[in-house]
């Protein structure tokens, strides 16, 4: 569950009439500082670490996301990139 900066309130409630399990802990671990992951309409996206380098983004369907080194403002200028080494002719003649 996402948490926002500050005090948050996270509530245990039982859903029998027994009452709930005994909650020992609590873990919260804190998403990388490193990266910053936006959607396309430049909201900020829910994600989350799963370990080797990898993240899982929460992406609703038809949307994209731009992930990219936090702190950082990438160019987002869409152009033709230059062709660095000339490859053999593809595609309808």
Do not use: C, F, Y
Not at 31 to 43: E, F, P, R, Y
Not at 61 to 67: D, H, K, N, Q
């Amino acid at each position: 569950m996402p948490l926002v900066a500050g005090t948050n309130t996270i509530r245990a409630t039982a859903t029998t009439a027994d009452g709930g399990p005994n909650l020992d802990s609590l873990d919260v671990v804190p998403q990388s500082a490193a990266v910053s992951v936006m959607l396309d309409d430049g909201t900020a996206a829910s994600w989350r670490e799963v370990g080797g380098g990898v993240l899982e983004i929460d992406l609703p369907r038809g949307r994209e996301a731009l992930v990219h080194a936090a702190g950082s403002e990438p160019d987002l200028v869409v152009a033709p990139v230059a062709i660095s080494k000339p490859g053999p002719a593809w595609g309808l003649p």
